[in-house]
């Protein structure tokens, strides 16, 4: 094999090499950018109990910009998958894996055994159940729709196309124990050792995922479920080594490239090609895996792929039984299969110059100028492929910020032993987490503190201890919590300088469309952060209250929290919603400078954090606007820009008619119009 390899194989492949680190597949970027995908899953696991994962390219950190792949989710429910009986578990819903002749490989039914004892139910029919050949009650893969408010439907996923990238939601059911269909794979013979025994037997520990499709040559397509060992092939693709996992996505950009503009986009998958580079891993020994062997390795991914299609059979790398070409390669598209691969195999390498996906055919022929060694790789920004994880991130946060933190709980022993025995990216986000907790606690006691006819002052210094622990949490909510917590107290001073040291230190700009400016970018490229450093250097989360934080708040924001209601809110998960008011944080940072300064009588001062809250509404992304314009009316109006406070309310009425807190201070507006026309002023306004 070594003796057909062109003398140009290795130095292209060097080239290729580099070329690809220019696009933000090196090994550093690599590993930050799977290590915030991990993060941004402990967040929604927090949340969801640990029922929710991402997969899929995104967080194997398997892309570039030019590959555009979405973000895949998996949402668990909460059943009981069982192989056998003597599993059985009393009141918890459980399903028992069933399979018989007509089910294919890779697929199982799921019949619904009895709540109270352990003896599978036959002959019950409602809308989740379904009766089989064999009369037993199976669990229906069609009863999941309309779950999730979703944007498209597309088999079992879920399509939100709000964001920068398009999100895949689909919802399934976890296994306890290892399938018997992939039995074969935990013990078959591996002459180079991949993956190792301990990867396997913690693949073997994660188990399986059964997702809601069936077979398209089923007759029971309705009633089966797929088994995808989604956990064990990230851990694969995360274990794979610079020059395996950079043979992999070049393997998808060629498919991108050449194959799919004449096959179309259904008869070749990414998945196909990841399957194709697992069984080339496991079967070729390591020391092949090397950069100046790139090329010759896709060479081998391709030719395995040709040899695949010429017998049209594409087997699961975990259930080789289940073919994965049926319904995908046959008849024309084997030809154009088969004719595609082998013109690629022909012309041994040189086709990589026409690969315009991230440019990458230009930059290869532009290093040829200069000896591998000397190719500038500074010169390329690699911040943009960073850009999608680290939103997603963030989203997660803001999220948690929403749905989850408003436990009082929070210091009970249980609690505490769990975030001090957590390691790693857990107690990273336990860590940012409890601070943001500290935050809402310490603001609801002094809230409840203050409420008393007496202020009890113990009270109110334990509240400002925990809201000071807390303001570390991110670069401004925990200290804008902080700021109004010194304002309804009147200690202006304090206020003042807390401000102050929030607009010294921002730096998460909302500038651009993305939401993640590129100086926050360029900073996780070049730093080494830990998770609660990115958070509190370069993250400002949005600010959260809830109506027993209501004596710890301006008293502009009061009607803001109760004309909020889960009918407000445009999510998937509405039922974690309640009466609460969010802010964005760069106006409540102008907003809170605004009545600090009037206060103290700084007119100056006071004009310019107007003027600021103006600008970060016309110019700036805001999350939670019509908020936004609510507060900035009620600024206007004492002000005496009673005309302007009307034209701003109007807007957030079009914004949010239902449920407005526009409405009560349109009411609030009409009273001061008629102060000014008893002559209370002495100036005449046109209100309307």
């Not at 933000?24 to 799977?34: P, T």
Request: glycine content about 4%.
């Amino acid at each position: 094999m070594t003796s057909n390899i062109p003398d140009y194989y290795k130095e292209v492949s060097l080239r290729m090499d580099r070329v690809l680190d220019t696009v933000g597949l090196g090994e550093d970027i690599r590993w930050k950018r799977i290590n915030i995908w991990i993060q941004s899953e402990e967040v929604r696991s927090m949340i969801h109990n640990g029922n929710h994962h991402y997969f899929g390219s995104q967080a194997e950190a398997t892309t570039t910009p030019g590959l555009h792949s979405d973000i895949d989710r998996v949402f668990c429910y909460k059943f009981r998958v069982i192989k056998d009986l003597e599993s059985w578990m009393p009141d918890i819903t459980t399903f028992l894996i069933v399979n018989d002749e007509h089910t294919p490989p890779g697929y199982v039914k799921l019949q619904w055994i009895n709540i109270h004892q352990p003896w599978p139910v036959y002959n019950v029919h409602s809308n989740n159940l379904k009766l089989d050949g064999y009369g037993r009650s199976v669990l229906s893969n069609h009863h999941h729709y309309d779950v999730f408010d979703a944007d498209e439907y597309h088999g079992p996923a879920y399509t939100f196309n709000k964001g920068i990238v398009k999100s895949d939601l689909v919802t399934g059911m976890r296994l306890n124990t290892w399938p018997d269909q992939a039995s074969q794979w935990l013990t078959r013979k591996r002459r180079h050792n991949w993956p190792s025994h301990d990867t396997i037997r913690l693949i073997q520990e994660m188990s399986a995922l059964l997702v809601p499709v069936g077979h398209k040559l089923s007759q029971e397509q309705h009633l089966e479920w797929r088994l995808s060992i989604s956990y064990g092939e990230k851990l694969l693709v995360w274990l794979f080594n610079s020059t395996q996992y950079k043979c992999y996505i070049l393997l998808k950009i060629i498919n991108k490239s050449f194959i799919k503009p004449v096959v179309g986009d259904d008869a070749l998958s990414s998945y196909h090609c990841k399957t194709c580079i697992f069984y080339l891993v496991e079967n070729t020994p390591t020391a092949m895996w090397q950069p100046d062997n790139l090329l010759l390795c896709v060479d081998l991914c391709l030719r395995l792929l040709y040899n695949w299609v010429k017998s049209k059979m594409c087997p699961n790398y975990f259930i080789p039984e289940e073919n994965m070409f049926l319904c995908k390669v046959y008849g024309h598209v084997q030809g154009q299969l088969l004719g595609v691969l082998g013109d690629l195999l022909s012309q041994e390498g040189r086709y990589l110059i026409g690969i315009s996906c991230d440019s990458i055919g230009h930059k290869l022929v532009s290093t040829c100028q200069v000896p591998v060694m000397e190719i500038d790789l500074q010169s390329q920004d690699v911040t943009h492929i960073l850009r999608i994880s680290v939103r997603r991130f963030l989203g997660n946060l803001v999220f948690a910020v929403e749905s989850g933190l408003e436990n009082d709980n929070i210091f009970e022993h249980h609690q505490l032993d769990r975030y001090f025995s957590s390691r790693g990216p857990r107690r990273e986000i336990n860590t940012i987490l409890w601070k943001l907790h500290c935050s809402i606690i310490g603001s609801k006691l002094a809230s409840k503190s203050l409420s008393l006819e007496t202020p009890d002052r113990h009270g109110v210094d334990m509240a400002q201890e925990l809201l000071l622990w807390g303001s570390s949490s991110d670069v401004a909510s925990g200290k804008l919590k902080l700021a109004a917590f010194y304002l309804v107290q009147d200690n202006l001073d304090m206020c003042r300088d807390v401000l102050c040291e929030i607009q010294r230190n921002y730096n998460y700009k909302i500038s651009e469309e993305e939401g993640v400016s590129q100086h926050t970018l360029q900073a996780i490229v070049s730093e080494n952060l830990s998770t609660t450093q990115l958070v509190s250097q370069y993250f400002a989360l949005p600010v959260l209250y809830h109506p027993s934080e209501i004596n710890c708040i301006p008293k502009a924001l009061i009607p803001e929290i109760f004309h909020v209601t889960e009918s407000n809110q445009d999510n998937e998960y509405k039922q974690h919603f309640k009466k609460r008011v969010i802010i964005d944080p760069e106006f409540y940072l102008y907003f809170l400078a605004f009545l600090c300064y009037q206060r103290q009588n700084n007119m100056s001062h006071k004009n310019v954090a107007l003027d600021n809250m103006i600008y970060v509404i016309r110019h700036k992304h805001l999350e939670y606007k019509d908020t936004s314009l609510n507060l900035l009316a009620y600024c206007l109006t004492q002000d005496g820009r009673l005309t302007n406070a009307y034209s701003v309310l109007c807007k957030s009425m079009k914004l949010k008619n239902e449920h407005s807190g526009a409405k009560w201070y349109i009411a609030t507006l009409i009273n001061a119009a008629f102060r000014v026309l008893r002559g209370e002023q002495r100036c005449r306004i046109c209100v309307f």
